[in-house]
Each structure stands twice: as C-alpha cells, then as structure tokens.
C-alpha cells in the first residue's frame, strides 16, 4: 500500500493559512465533545525517521486543552527493563481515560518492523505478534476507544535530504547518527516490512491512514482533518457494540441449571487429618520456596487467581501459600471494584497494571473475572459487555502466557449450607463478625445466578495455557494443600522444560 | 474448554417428548422467518467419531422443509482433487444462499485438527489457517449469515464403547475400522488439538456452542434449543454491520481529488513503433506459452485481474495476451452483475468458484473490485460493505496467495480525452457501434468519482502478495506488451524460487 502512495501531492503556500486556521477551532469543539461523551481516544503516529511525526504532534496539540491530552513518546528498541513484561504492556498503561487523547509517537508498530528487519523475528512469531495487536485494538474498540492510526510516508531520498539538513542544524545535528544513515540505506527493508504489517492490521474497526508527508502544508491539512472528521462520526455513534455477541445464547441460558451445574457436581466434603495437613504443609510449602527460586533463576512469571464463595477460605489460603515464600518474589493484589484511575479505564488496565514481571509472582485475590460474575450478575456491564469478556480474557491470558508466563486460576468451592455455617459463626464470633457485611448475604441470595455463571465461566475460561482448577473447600485443610500441590507440580513440570 | 465440559448431564426418559415436540413447531417457524428475512443459515456440526452428529443432523432436519435446507458431509481427508485449490475453497462453495440453512457435517475445523495430529502442520501452518478461518467467518457474518457452531463432545470411553456396540450392528459394523480404533486410543491428542483451535475461534460474532453428548436426549434438545434462539436473536436484528468501519474517512474523503489522485499522475501517453510491436509481441508470446508450461509443471495456479476505463482496450489486450497459449490452461471469466445464483450469495462467492486450480491461469476481466467501483459510486451496496471490501479483498488475496498463487492486477489507463475519442469513434463505425452503450456515456460522466474510487482501490490493495500494475494505455499497442512483459517477468522471478 505505501508503494502506490502518491508522495507529490502539495498545498501552496498561498491559501494555507485560511484553510489551516478553521481546523483548528473545529479540534478544540471536538475535544469538548470527547469530554462531554466521556469517550477515549488513542491516536497513533507512526513513519520512518524524519517524516514530520513530532511536527505533526505539535501542531494537533497546539489549539487543545493540555490537561485533555498526553503525548507517549514510544522508543522502538525496548529497554532491559520494558522486556521483563510481555511487549502489549507498556502500549496498555498509557492508553487514555475517558474523555482524554492519548497520542503515540510510535507505538507497537515500529517496535515489531526494527525487530523483524534488524533481529530475529521467525515468521510465526512475527504473525503471533499481528494477531495480539490486532486483538489489542479490537479490544480497545470494543471498550469505546476512537482509535486513529497515521503512518506518515516519505521516500528514502527525500528522507536522505531531510538528514542532510539536520546534520547542518545547530539543534537537530545530534538526531543524525550511524543508526539513522544505516536505515536510510536499508530503507527498503523497513518499507517492506511495514507495508506487510499495515496490510495485515489495516482492520474495518482500526483502519490506517496513509499521509503523504513529502509536503509540510499538505501533511499538517490532511491529519487534522483526518482527526476532525473521525471524531465527528464515531460521536455520532454510541461506543461501538457488537451486535454479533448477543445473537447466540451461552450453554447456560439454554440447559439452565435444573441437571445441575458443573460446581454442583464437585464434591466439596473432601478432608484429611490435621495431621496429614500438617506434615504436607511443611513439605509442599518448602519446595515452593525453591521454586520460587528456581522462577527466578529461569525469569518465569507466575501468576496465580483465587476466586471462590464468599467466606471459601481465599485468605486463610492464600496465607498458607505464601508462608515461606522470600517476599520480594510476590506481589499479593486484592481486587475490588474498580476506584478512581481505574474506573476510567478499560477493565483489563489495571490487570495489565499488575501483571508479574519476569521471575515473579503475581496473586490476585479476585481478578478479571469479576467482568463475567459479579458484573453480568449485577448488570454493572452490558450483555455484549460481559459475553465478550470470556473470548478477552482468553487473550489477555494467551498474550501472557506467549511471554512464558505460568497461569494457575484456583475457584475455592463450598457448599451452600457450609458457607452458611462460617456466615453464622462469624456473626457469633465477634472477633470475626466484621468479616461479615450486608453484601455477602445478599450475595448469598443469588448463590443460583453465580452457580451458572461461575461453571459458565470456568467452562470457557479453562485452557491449556491458563487452566482452572476447582478446589473442594469444605475443609480448609485440604483447600490448602491441594492449592499447594497444583501449583508445585506445575512449577516443577514448566522448568523442567525451561532452558 | 472441552475438559471442563460435564459430560454427565442427562435428561430422563419422561417429559421428554413432551419437551422436544414444541420445538419442531418453533424451528419451522424459524424456518419461515429465515426465508422471509432473506437470511443465510450456516449450522456447523463438529465433533470426534460417534459424537452424534448424523443424528442431530437427523434431529434438526426432520421437521424442516426440505426445499430451504441443504446438508454437506464435509471429508476430513481432503481428496486428491481438492488439493488442488486453496483450502477454503470447497467450504466457500457450499456456503448458503439467502433464506436457506447449510448444515455442515464436519467442517473447516476437522481437516485441520486431523493434520495437525496425524501430518505434519507446523506452527506456523497451523495459526494462519487459524486466522483464515477467523477471516472467514467474520466476512460471512458481516455479509449477514448466521452461523452457530457445534462441538459435540463425548469422552474416550464413551467413544470405545459405541464403537463395540457399532461392532456389533449388522447395519453399522462397516464404520469402526482400524482408522478409528486408532484415533480412540489417540483420542486426548485430537481433544488437544480441538481444545485449542476451539479457544483460539471462539470469537464474538461466532462463538462456540459446546455439547456434552453422553446422553442422546439431552444433546438433541440441547441443540435443537441453541438453533431456536440463536436465529430468533438474529433475526430480531438486521444484517449486522459493524458500526466502526464507517467512522473514519478514507483518504481521498478527506483529501479530495483537488491536488489530482494517483491516476491523475500517470502519464497515459507512452508509446511504441508497430515495428517494434510486433517483435517484441511475437517474443513475449513465446516466452509466456513456455511460462505457461511451467507453471503446470510446478503446479502454480495464477491469476490475472484486469480493470479499467470503458474503452481502455481490455478485451484486445487479453487477445494478445492468451493469443499463443495452451488453451487447456487458461480461462477467461467475465465478469458482470451478479445474476441468479450469484446474486443469492456472498458477493465473494462466485469468486471464489472461479479461483484457478493448481498450474492454471485465471483471467478476470473485470473482477472482484466492482465492489469498490460501480458498487461504491452507484449505491448498490452500502457505505459500510465497500469499506470493508478493502480488508475482505486483501484477506481473499491473501488466501490465494498462501497457497501459492501468482496474482497480478491490471489497471489499464487511458485519459478522458483518449476515451471521447474511441467513444466517438465506436459511434461513427458501424462494425464498432455495439460495443457503445449508454451506460458507457452514464459512467464517463462519474469520471470524477470513479478516478478518486479507483485510486483508493489501488492505494489499498496494492500488496507485495497481489501488486497492482498501471499501463499506460492511450497507445493500445503499448498496454499490451506492458501487461505481456509485466506478467512474464513475474513469473520467471516466481518459478526461480519453485521447487
């Protein structure tokens, strides 16, 4: 595609400055509008060295309010510390609030066309990698980001000028290295790679926008208009629904829950001795502790889920898993509604936030399920909203475990009547009793609602990649050591195979 | 997903037909509904051996009229005969018209699952046909089919022992062979396999509707529900259309065509001598029947698209260009306004039907682009279809190209005034006059809006895999050994890198 752009076309001087001038007052009305509508925009600008990506910038931010926008400036080779996470991460913790324009200089483009030409990209991950972006946009979409993406075209000669006169700047000479005349030189190569990856992400929900950038005048018109006019259109429009995602029922809306469910097939009741409890505690929790260093040694990330009934024994668990373990290795993250920053965001943002970094743990207390249970069961999302959730999520986690994360998601179960039995002896306990709110009775009342969509969610949720794993948990004792185990075997089985 | 599927859900013996009768009367009516809506139906039956698909196959069919439905037994091995086009193919073929439901018994999923396991995919191999299917069934969807998908699932063991009952049967003996026995005791590898292609299709706009089939009972109703509800959702909603696609310009929305567009640029006036026409038709001839011969040789499949003016020469040039060749090798396909089948179906369809097979040529005058051209500028189908229609073209172009086909596109030029002076010309010449119509003049007028549609087109569908070339074509003589040249210079560059 950037082949057959027509890098001649130009605006005459003459004329400019009447045309430029109303664009102007027409972005700053748009901005009010985003504001108004609450909706997030993310514009990207990309293009090789020298094609007016910082100019263009400076001119769209001009006329706007800075407390409304924030400009990333994106570095194409990652440094040591922005490899210790998987490479969406960094692009999603500077993604925009409602109502604020996050704008990219570069962005989760370059990055991937200066490792395909300089590294050593394989095919497979080269098309892994457009896969996940393109996912990343469509889940941003999906969240109600207006998204625009520029890529700013110049030819190699032109660019070989534009270097030249650089070189002769008292204030832009440093900006022209051996890198930079290495890439002219290998400018091809770039291109190729670039119009490879713009074909393949140019997307009906996150389509490109190639702009001649030979010419300043025409450059600036063609990418504020460009900006104008989509924010005017997607405004017309609520955030975007699928509509597709409501069309097919889940399993659970057709059988319901009359042959029960899959919790209600699980045994909870399951026990063992105090002491067994006792002597494999020590034990499991020992050998975690060398795993841990193992991780460590071998830069796996873990990461682990508790989700569960109320009063399942989350904590007390999550107490016992950690024991020996040398703090610095894990992070324990108690999830609730999302408060401040976070609710402004996408929902996955803070998840991203806290994903482990290489060789350390991660332990949500709650996660990213909240979105298919509590928040379809409460109707804090739309149906669209929380049936796309399971195919997200599937996502989120595959992107990490692509990274080579470890992903264990534990659902602490219990019966009906023995969570009543802990209601009631924490209202009997005053020591306990404050562990007991109006909630989790009424949460109680809607055990049915969460029963279907809990074994729904596990039943979509469950991959090889990031399993579940139901723990019977009338017993804590067992809950506890059975979490131990699991993640033990799995520890132990992932470096066996790790190098 | 599947291990997580509770196999043991079972429906008793009583109230059964009481629950099942009422929705044989609800699927006809949907069946009306279907055809009233104009609405193609795509049922997707899936599952290992034994699963019950023949009979919920039998099941769905039963009550429905027989006229508006149609079932395709999908092999899981391809034959001989269908490796000779691109894998899709034969899945296109079959799709749907409007207002009649294709049951499909095994599908696109089986015959990858199976080569994944028993050949020798790669990874690589594997998650592009992944993303292929993704591709697909979005552009049908988009297109306004109704698809619901079906995993039938049963365990090894279930799957063992109806393979000894099947044993046992007079009539049903001759399907459990040593193949079967086989994929039994290999079962947890195809459960793999589909586990993960069933994680990585569960998209939004066609998600997977998983079926635990131990009991029969259960999985008929269970099926025979999810169709009802599924069509009665869609229906309620008009053929989707993805809202996002149409909120951002497209370039020359935004630009116009003030500055001149690409075409505007060329030069339409480049010439050459009869004489030396003559040599070098005669030399290029030859050249490409030996091409052709190669191609056949090493089984590469070509296709040549030509566009262009009224008027521009196309019919003359592909004379000249098929004049010396094998005729067994090529077809020409002419293209028009869809009629009669055609039109029932997805506007790719007929296509896709006329895609070359392997060591073929396939000469499109005029082609899939009319969907960007004469669709856009005429109204026919609506603004979302044809912007889409850019990502759909490369997606399709893509396919083709994976397989190894050779795609060269050709946009021949002439300027306005060169096209008057054939217009006038065909007018005064009786032998000629019928060639004129007065759609022709109708066209000429939209000269303006067909210069900024058919830039566009260029500008997005220019690719690496299926480049766009522009011949200049006020001289005819010219054009015609530009486009004989073009195409032998690709193909000799194709065959070097053949094996």
Redesign the interface.
Known sequence: ?L????L????PKEGYKEAFSPLKDRIVEQQRAIVEAERPVLIVFEGMEASGKGDSIRQVVAPLDPRGFKVHLMNSVLTDDERLWPKLRRHWLRTPKRGEIAIYDRSWYMETIMERVDGNM???EW??WI?EVKQFERQL??GGT?L?KFWLHISKKEQRNRFKTREKSAYEGWRVGKDEWKRNKQFVHYI?AA??II?ET??????W???PSTDRR?RRV?VM??II??LA??LE?PP??????????T?Y???GSE????LD?TNTSVEISRDQYREELDQYQMRLRQLEFGCYAKRLPVILVYEGWDAAGKGGNINRLTQKLDPRGYNVIPISAPQGEEATKHYLWRFWRHAPKAGHFAIFDRSWYGRVMVERIEGFCRE?EW??A??EI?EFE?HLADFGTVIVKFWLHISKEEQLRRFEERENNPRKRYKLTEEDWRNREKWDDYNIAVSEM???????YAP?VIVEGDCKLYARIKTLKTLVHMLEERLKSAN
Chains 1, 2 share one sequence.
């Open positions: 595609m082949e057959s752009l027509d001649d076309v130009s605006l394989t095919d497979s098309s892994t896969d979409i999906d207006i625009i190729d119009d490879n074909v140019d997307t009906p929900y996150a389509p926008t190639l702009v025409y063609i208009r460009t006019e989509t259109r997607a429009t975007a629904t699928t509509a597709f995602v409501n069309h097919v029922p399993p809306e057709i059988r042959e029960g469910t899959l097939k669209d049936k796309r399971y195919y599937n595959r596990i039943e979509r949720t469950n991959t090889n579940w």
